[in-house]
């Protein structure tokens, strides 16, 4: 019933109704990570997911670390936890078989990814891509931060959980010289390797934004995505997508994205085929 009502409410709003996400009525992370797949873009390997009513386990992948998260609408890395599947089973951090009927309860349907491991032995961390639609042509990156963890034990670098943010020059990789966390407290060096922002390049960005730019097409009817791409030693792949992005972090590291905004609106408001 509720793939039926998508179908009817995205050709009349001639876009997706994201609130079915929001609000938990559809599996957001698992379709998103199908519709990637299928699109051959770069992403974790699915190896499991609850959805239905249904626990599916690939019993068959070999055994390693893994990311657990809900597949309905969350927010700051609420829910995010690493684990282990060892022969089909997942264990938690003490060696027993993992709760996942407790996990269920709290969270809702959730779904099981390999953990990437960020390169050079470093934790995890994303690049948040926006990409934009154009009146002509596909999707273009307009804005890229940097999300780092404040503490390298932390599991996730969302801001939300005390993550910081850094502006990336979209041309040259650069850093800005400043990160920010929720609190607004400002730091000019890396938390983890103690190096200036303003020392600091994105070695994998050109190949971060082609990736966003090749994701964004398979969502044709979401005009505003903000992508999260990990920087791992086998190249970027993407970690999610978000159809509403806060725009908190964006308009304190590239000053402002009220044009850009507006620009889109005009576009698509005057009929854009898209």
């Known amino acids: 019933m509720v793939g039926w009502e998508l179908l009817v409410l995205t050709a009349r709003w001639r876009c997706l109704p994201f609130h079915y996400f929001r609000y938990r009525l559809y599996d957001v992370a698992v379709t998103l990570s199908h519709a ?11 190896l499991g997911w609850r959805a239905h009513g249904v626990d599916a386990i690939d019993d068959s992948a070999p055994d390693c670390d893994v990311i657990i998260k809900p597949a309905r609408y969350s927010s700051g890395g609420a ?10 089973t997942v264990m938690g951090g003490d060696g027993q078989p993992f709760d996942l009927v407790g996990y269920r309860h709290r969270w809702g349907d959730w779904i099981l990814e ?43 670098d969302n801001a939300h959980s005390g993550g910081l943010y850094v502006g990336v020059d979209e041309a040259t990789g650069q850093m800005g ?35 966003a730019e090749a994701a964004a097409p398979l969502l044709p009817r979401t005009v505003y995505i903000g992508w999260d791409i990990g920087l791992s030693d086998r190249g970027p792949v993407v970690i999610e997508g978000n159809s509403s992005p806060g725009l908190t972090n964006i308009q304190r590291t590239h000053e402002g994205i009220a044009r850009d905004i507006m620009a889109l609106y005009r576009t698509l408001k005057a009929g854009d085929p898209r």
């Not at 990637?36 to 699915?46: D, F, S």
């Not at 829910?79 to 089909?88: A, D, P, Y």
């Open 36 to 46: 990637l797949a299928g699109g051959g873009i770069a992403k974790p390997a699915l």
């Open 79 to 88: 829910g995010v936890m690493r684990l282990r599947l060892s022969g089909g």
């Open 114 to 156: 390999e953990l990437i491991e960020g390169a050079g032995g470093m934790p995890l961390r994303t690049l948040r891509v926006i990409t934009m639609a154009r009146g002509t042509g596909g999707p273009e990156a307009r804005y890229v931060v940097q999300k780092l963890q404040a503490e390298s034990t932390q599991v996730t």
């Open 177 to 211: 010289r400043y990160a920010y966390d929720e609190t607004m407290r400002v730091r000019e060096s890396d938390p983890v390797t103690g190096t200036p922002f303003a020392h600091m390049r994105v070695p994998q960005l050109p190949a971060a934004v082609r990736l």
